[in-house]
T-cell receptor
Framework: GDSVTQMEGPVTLSEEAFLTINCTYTATGYPSLFWYVQYPGEGLQLLLKATKADDKGSNKGFEATYRKETTSFHLEKGSVQVSDSAVYFCALRSGGSNYKLTFGKGTLLTVNP | GAGVSQTPSNKVTEKGKYVELRCDPISGHTALYWYRQSLGQGPEFLIYFQGTGAADDSGLPNDRFFAVRPEGSVSTLKIQRTERGDSAVYLC?????????????FGPGTRLTVL
């Protein structure tokens, strides 16, 4: 079945550091890929998405590229801020189901000033 | 506009009791989803409604769990004879599209604790 494996946390960085959170997946067909973010005390929010191979999703300085050959969708940001502290979830929506999201376990990011 | 809302935000109950969790989707969204997030895990799919009907309930763990959406808007997740293992955050999401392929917008969740 579908599955998502993402980097174990927690990740602690200093402000302005470079961020990478790794995400790999297993899925049938051609899934759509997502990063969701959960800020403290808030609900899950879509951060970015990519729907086909080689697509790059980007938002708020974050980027992720859909790599079919390596089944990966790593999240990156060149310079993190304290306000980026949150839990980040990688997720996929399988081509066989255009509604069911399968999530990774989440990665807690803490950015210190 | 208003986002997805869920009530209550927290629910503490005793083992064996019945609970109802409510979800108010974004106005106009035809698709509604329930997920369950256990501690240290990502959300797991429970059920998907398109309008009033449950299009896919394959994620419901057993027959103690049931969900309804009688008028195609508000949904209620019902859990009978609660067990300690049911303790989790229950998330509701909604999307606009008829086929569910649009972005899912999540509510803040209901934290259920079964003592």
């Amino acid at each position: 079945g579908d599955s998502v494996t993402q980097m174990e946390g927690p990740v602690t960085l200093s402000e302005e550091a470079f961020l990478t959170i790794n995400c790999t997946y297993t899925a049938t067909g051609y899934p759509s890929l997502f990063w969701y973010v959960q800020y403290p005390g808030e609900g899950l929010q879509l951060l970015l998405k990519a729907t086909k191979a080689d697509d790059k999703g980007s938002n708020k300085g974050f980027e992720a590229t859909y790599r079919k050959e390596t089944t990966s969708f790593h999240l990156e940001k060149g310079s993190v801020q304290v306000s980026d502290s949150a839990v980040y979830f990688c997720a996929l929506r399988s081509g066989g189901s255009n509604y069911k999201l399968t999530f990774g376990k989440g990665t807690l990011l803490t950015v210190n000033p | 506009g208003a986002g997805v809302s869920q009530t209550p935000s927290n629910k503490v109950t005793e083992k064996g009791k019945y609970v109802e969790l409510r979800c108010d989707p974004i106005s106009g969204h035809t698709a509604l989803y329930w997920y369950r997030q256990s501690l240290g895990q990502g959300p797991e799919f429970l059920i998907y409604f398109q309008g009033t009907g449950a299009a896919d309930d394959s994620g419901l763990p057993n027959d103690r769990f049931f969900a309804v959406r009688p008028e195609g808007s508000v949904s209620t997740l019902k859990i009978q004879r609660t067990e300690r293992g049911d303790s989790a955050v229950y998330l509701c999401a909604s999307s606009f599209g008829l086929a569910g392929g649009d972005t899912q917008y999540f509510g803040p969740g209901t934290r259920l604790t079964v003592l």
